[in-house]
């Protein structure tokens, strides 16, 4: 004889984390950390104090059962209203937000385990919840009625996936005042703000030199949807992880944890330009706009203005009038001056000489079209830093600082200003004045790549390698295209002895920079970085190999030769390393050579005779170095 199925009635609470996939693709041990430490301080012992038990733990998602609706309420209420101050302190990107969607429905129980539709349906439910935000069935709405002192948003009937009819769903306002009966219409996410990607824009012109263009309209746009004060915007750094992937469009809302999705295209022919966008609701890959323009290049930045006004009122968010003007603040009024930027920024991220040298150019036209285009300077002042420092390039401190100070003159407030009057400084080892200039870029924006690296470049060089470590484990996550500032991080891991961590960094930077190395096979440097960070590992083989190919690529280029002496000492091919150090001086500025003395790499081979020579050299300039 069949035993009966046993069943009951019961409230169920599916909650999970936004954004875990990327979170965890960040840095997945401290993410790993945090959510343990919410959980154990916080999720678990507010569940418990409502009568909750949680029967079912995968990942980042929670099922937990409630024997009250009323509890099940209160309990996602106390949570979701508990976090953000726990997430106070830390960047926005790295904070652990939950989702949760409330049923109440008959269950099949299996020992310590349920199934069935009011499972399945609790599942469905967190998938359309807002961040930090609840949404629950029409069954939880009739019940709790008015018992509870809370509003609930009708948003409609929603058809989700692998349920036959269309759900009724509600959101919950857990903002402490309700919004009075009759006082209107609530915008249809108030438990947190309408969160929006805007995914890199494909590069549709037949010139694939012409990606700058596309990154450019992308990165504009965000920055004009990141002024409005009602919108919650994810940052350049996290969308470009996602950049030339085949997407489905609901996992890709689903893994950056977003309630819609911007994508579109860009072909630009001569002095035309056709754009398309879209904005998709993640939840349901519902269109909710879609337009394509056809314009001359010249009215591109009217063209980023009306793409995220259009946005923003399909969104019904109220658009304040500061923000109205600060969206419509072009950078230049000259496209061709905002082109050469781009140009610019593109070159400098590859980061050789010639490629230095061509960034300046292009930077140095931006401005003599517009010299009132303030982060062109910037460009000019860190390409000239990098030429002085890396490459011998004659250039004085002072005019350096100078071409920064035209920057904060025109925008005072511009972080990477700050930083490339930072490095300037540091490489004339004017330290107390470095530091000074970091730490006002630090104030200004600490989500700034530029300030992160740079900062980090100067502390590793003056040995203060866990600050240093700090900085470029925050630039690894602040772009994540980037392979230079995780390989930087595993060089001063490696001086803490975090082994662990050093291994983690190495292959984070790998892999970017073979990816890098596959869109550019012209540029040498993420084979520099790639050949000692395998020899931080002892990788010899796959350390020789990289550096056999980065000096293929830029046999004559002297910061090759440098990375090159680090790769060798790291080998314990110490008269390899030397030799090509003995090159490698005569040809770069005094003041550049300080990082000589100080650089980790070299550790193995301080103690030797010809290293202690080149220190001694009157030209290195590295006597009675200081520290501080």
Known sequence: MTNPVERRLAAILAADVVGYSRLMEANEER?????????????DPTMAKHGGRIFKVMG???LVEFASVLNAVRCAVEIQRGMPERNEGAPEDRHIKFRIGINVGDLIVDGDDFYGDGVNMAARLEALAPHGGISCS???RAQIGNKLDLEFLDQGERTVKNIAQPVHVYFINITETAVPAGAGVAPAVVADKPSIAVLPFTNMSNDPEQEFFSDGMTEDIITDLSEVSG?????RNTVFTLKGKALNLQQAARQLGVGYIVEGSVRKAGNRVRITAQLIEGATDRHLWADRYDRDLSDIFELQDEITQTIVAQLKVNLLPEEKQAIEQAPTNDVEAYTNYLKG???LRNATKSSLL????FFAQAVELDP???RAYAGLADCASRLKSQHGVQISTDEIIAIADKELAINPDLAEAYAARGNALAVDDRRAEAITAFEQAMSLDPNC??????????LTHTGHYARAAEHFMRATEIRPDDFEAPLFAAQALDQLQQRNKVHTYVQIGVKRAEEALRRHPENSRPAQLIAPAFAYLGEVEQSKAWLARSLEIDPDDNLVRYNAACTYAQLGETDKALDLLDIWIKQVARNSKLWLRNDPDFDAIRDHPRYQTLLALDHCGVRGLRSY
Request: proline share 0%.
């Open 138 to 140: 029409e069954a939880v």
């Open 31 to 43: 993410t790993m950390a945090a959510l343990k430490q919410h959980r154990r301080e916080f999720f």
């Open 449 to 458: 790549y530029e300030v992160r690296y740079n900062y980090g470049r100067f």
């Open 358 to 361: 061509s960034a300046q150019q």
């Open 372 to 374: 009132n285009y303030a």
């Open 231 to 235: 919108l919650s915007v994810l940052s």
């Open 345 to 347: 920024m593109e070159f």
């Open 60 to 62: 980042d998602g929670f």
